[in-house]
Structure formats: structure tokens, C-alpha cells
């Protein structure tokens, strides 16, 4: 059974700085595509970065670029999403999320690319 379980959202100020962690279980965690997600009430889920756990190609998504650092521990098959920087338009809830096989995106991941997601957890930035 594919678990995976974000943590680390929170309220910040402008400036700030958040990392989500994203433990996952039951997957082949060497070779999987994992992502972040971010989704604001009425708008659509958005991709904020994504890469391939064996290597390869990172997304981010432009609102994010320089801030923004996804990274892995492989030992704890554990996803990390560093937010610096942070701003009041990154208030939203965050989405971890699993593909079990390569990455692959034209443009820009889409969420029905992705097979496993967490419950999510929410981040607020107040100016």
C-alpha cells in the first residue's frame, strides 16, 4: 500500500522560509518521479516542482525558480520541498506526489500524470 504523508506547512511572513517533507512508503522510491503541488480554493492544482528520484531533469515552476529546492533522502524515501523566500502568493495548500515510473512532462507536469498523493498541508504567507 503506496502512503505518502506531508508535514512541515505553516504560517509565515513574507521573507520566510518552510520546509515540507514528504514521507513516502511502498514505493519503489529509487526509481519514481516525485512532485509538489500546490492548489489556492477555485484555481487549479498547479505543479511547483518535480524530478526523478533516480536523476534527471528537475521541474520548477517559474513563480518558484531560485527559491524553491526539492531534494530526496533516499534512506528515508523522504521528499523535501526548501521554500525561501517565501511570498503571500505562495499561500496554498501543498500536495506531495508519486508516479511510479520515469518522469515525463511536455511543458509542465500535470497532476493526472501522478498516480499517489499525501493529504496535503497548508502554507500561509502574510505580508
Known amino acids: 500500500q503506496v502512503q505518502l504523508v506531508e508535514s512541515g506547512g505553516g504560517s509565515r511572513q513574507t521573507g520566510g522560509s518552510l520546509r515540507l517533507s514528504c514521507v513516502t512508503s511502498?514505493?519503489?522510491?529509487?526509481?519514481?518521479?516525485m512532485g509538489w503541488f500546490r492548489q489556492v480554493p477555485g484555481k487549479e492544482r498547479e505543479a511547483v516542482a518535480a524530478?526523478?528520484?533516480?536523476?534527471?531533469?528537475?521541474y520548477y515552476a517559474d513563480s518558484v525558480k531560485g527559491r524553491f529546492t526539492i531534494s530526496k533522502d533516499m534512506a528515508k524515501s523522504t521528499v523535501y520541498l526548501q521554500m525561501n523566500e517565501l511570498k503571500p502568493e505562495d499561500t496554498a495548500m501543498y500536495y506531495c506526489?508519486?508516479?511510479?515510473?520515469?518522469?515525463?512532462?511536455?511543458?509542465?507536469?500535470?497532476?493526472?500524470?501522478?498516480?499517489?498523493w499525501g493529504q496535503g498541508t497548508q502554507v500561509t504567507v502574510s505580508s
Open positions: 511502498g514505493l519503489r522510491f529509487s526509481r519514481v518521479c
Open positions: 506526489a508519486a508516479r511510479p515510473e520515469s518522469c515525463w512532462w511536455v511543458g509542465t507536469p500535470r497532476d493526472s500524470a501522478f498516480n499517489y
Open positions: 524530478f526523478p528520484t533516480s536523476g534527471g531533469s528537475t
